[in-house]
């Protein structure tokens, strides 16, 4: 999805340097020369709304999604609170939907250390915390997990409670296709949180027949499958709202990146055969002049959905679970 200035009326701003540094990075930006971009974006200094704005959401493009969470959520934050003075509530619930989405990052990263901490005692219940230290810290993490679901599904809500509302249909396939990657990554949080080790059951999950029928998710409890399939469903719901509300806005590249993010989303929950049906969609909807990146994303991801479908990595044997002490091969 190519990034667009909010505003592109900048004659009465005395920033003009940083005006031209922004529109260059905005070219780069949309060439996909994301570095460039950033490093450019990241030495303008003006304050002024309507620049500033622009720069924040560019930014959210360019910033590390796995190493640089707490400063996307500043970004996030700092747009929410210049939108909301500026009176721009179209890019207000955008960037609620983004924050609701970081939220969700910086949940999974509290997940998946409490889940190393325990992991002894997944396997062998009566084993508890190797040091005292990592007892406070699990704990620590507990309370903070708490509060990240509340502000996560507050926001959550008030995103939900706009898009509905909304009479724009540009403006509502935005907020439907970001609740969509809200959903998406809340299903695969979801599967991690619930999940339950052992060596026995992770060799279970791990089997082609397994994996390629999607039969692991019995492997959870009935209530904790139900909620897993709830954040499915709402991924695919949300994501299918945004590409009718793109055709009823006559955007047709908007509508083609986002029926590709629904694609890359089925084999997550192993539905290869969607997947490819909407790849097909994207191709025909796509404009060959100006969708070129997308339509090179469409191919190498068709090539990958086959690896996935035909051969599905064996993580018991590439971390030698398999091994009669569970050692990896290597050592």
Known sequence: ???????????????????????????????????????????????????????LLAMLGVLDHVTEGDKLLAVANEGIEIAKRTGNESVQSYLLGKKCFFLGLKLSDAIYRQKNLMLASEVFGWIGFSTEKDKKEYEALGEKRKELEREADTTLALVIERAEQGLDHEFRGHAFSTIGDVYSHKYLTDKLDFQKGGKFKAKIANTHFVRRWNLDLYLYRREERKKINL?????????????????????????????YNLATKMPSFQRFRRANKLLVEARAIANPATDNRLIEKIDKFEKDIVHKNRKLRDYVREMGLDMPDGQHPSL
């Not at 190519?2 to 990075?25: E, G, H, I, Y």
């Not at 994501?239 to 908007?254: G, R, T, Y």
């Open 1 to 55: 999805m190519k990034f667009q200035l909010v505003s592109r009326d900048f004659d009465n701003v005395n920033t003009m340097p940083d005006q031209n540094k922004l529109k260059k990075a905005v070219e780069l930006y949309n060439l996909g020369e994301y570095d460039e971009a950033r490093s450019l974006l990241e030495t303008i200094t003006t304050q002024d709304p309507s620049v500033r704005i622009n720069v």
């Open 231 to 259: 954040s499915r469903d709402k991924c695919i719901q949300y994501f299918e709202k945004a590409i009718v509300e793109f055709k009823l806005a006559n955007k047709p590249s908007e509508q083609a990146h986002t029926i």
